[in-house]
């Protein structure tokens, strides 16, 4: 977690609601809205914290969650300990695409590895959601219950020895699922990674020891509430930009980009036009030399992630 707070160049006090000295030992990070809603129905399972530190994060997590538009309604009348769903981010390459069919293939999840959060899930922690309830979740992009891109976890979803391997069907009568089909198709044939997050809630737990003092959680059963794709080029409300900007070869984005407007790929006008100005403001960066007499304004992070989520309007 420590080198995604330096990689978004974000301070301790800002990327965690309990921040500590060293860094490392600070909890509940708070830099996105997926880990905002985390803090919440974590809250209560707080341990190894004074009274003091649980106030003023409380307000700092009430703070950050409004700033992502996140109701806070039931975690400030304390109602947050049973009811509110976890999300958890898990960034994966994409399997398999059917074009014909909408369908993609995708983990969501891996086994016997502690992620940031201090987590481990253990292999069967699906299995009764998958038999019970599945049939009632629902497939959201970027966690916005008003863009419904389909069906999740249809027939072929299974645990596996790596982890939760999720089937989905894209509802392609609708635009924005069409043009989620292309992001996929794309991602998938440049090799790329998108990210998704499943919404559940801990039914059965065990302390897990991390060592050097910290305790995580051992997941046994969790039971699947949703499932969201983060659109292209991340949907976290940090990182964005940076992946894009700090990166060492912006032509290879813009390669991908240009991709869009091909016959390869049934992107709708509207996210053509995006993707257009998206990419006249990442080409002024690569065709911008200081000392040039003619300056061209490299565009701003907000100028950027603003143009990027206009196409997922």
Do not use: C
């Not at 990327?15 to 490392?24: E, G, K, L, V």
């Not at 769903?85 to 983990?107: C, H, M, P, W």
């Not at 939760?164 to 992001?183: A, F, I, P, Y």
């Amino acid at each position: 977690m420590e080198a995604e707070r330096q990689r978004l160049g974000m301070s301790v006090d800002e990327f965690y609601a309990i921040p500590r000295d060293p860094p490392s030992d600070s909890k509940l990070p708070i830099y996105d809205a997926d880990h905002a809603r985390n803090a919440m129905a974590r809250f209560n399972q707080l341990t190894g914290v004074t009274a003091e530190e649980k106030t003023t994060a409380r307000k700092k997590i009430i703070a950050r969650a409004k700033k992502f538009n996140i109701d806070t309604t039931r975690f400030e009348a304390g109602k947050n300990d049973k009811s509110m769903i976890e999300r958890k981010i898990f960034q994966a390459k994409v399997l398999d695409v059917d074009s014909k069919k909408g369908i993609v293939t995708n983990y969501d999840n891996a086994f016997n590895v502690v992620d940031t959060d201090g987590d481990i899930s253990r292999k069967g922690a699906f299995a009764k959601t998958l038999t019970e309830n599945v049939s009632r979740a629902k497939w959201f992009m970027n966690h916005d219950e008003t863009k419904l891109l389909g069906v999740p976890f249809i027939e072929g979803t299974k645990e596996d020895d790596f982890g939760l391997l999720s089937v989905n069907h894209l509802n392609t009568e609708k635009q924005l699922g069409k043009d989620m089909l292309s992001d996929y198709m794309l991602f998938k044939d440049y090799g790329r990674t998108l990210e998704h997050s499943i919404g559940y809630s801990t039914i059965k737990k065990n302390p897990y020891d991390l060592g050097e003092g910290k305790k995580g959680r051992e997941l046994i059963e969790l039971k699947l509430y949703e499932k969201s794709t983060l659109t292209s080029w991340g949907a976290n409300e940090f990182t964005p930009v940076v992946d894009i900007k700090s990166s060492k070869n912006i032509k290879a984005e813009l390669e991908m980009i240009e991709q869009m407007f091909t016959n390869n790929y049934n992107y709708s006008d509207e996210r053509k036009r995006s993707a257009e100005e998206l990419f006249n403001k990442l080409q002024s960066l690569v065709d911008y030399e200081p000392g040039e007499t003619t300056h061209v304004d490299e565009p701003t992070d907000m100028e950027i992630l603003q143009t990027i989520l206009k196409s997922f309007k």
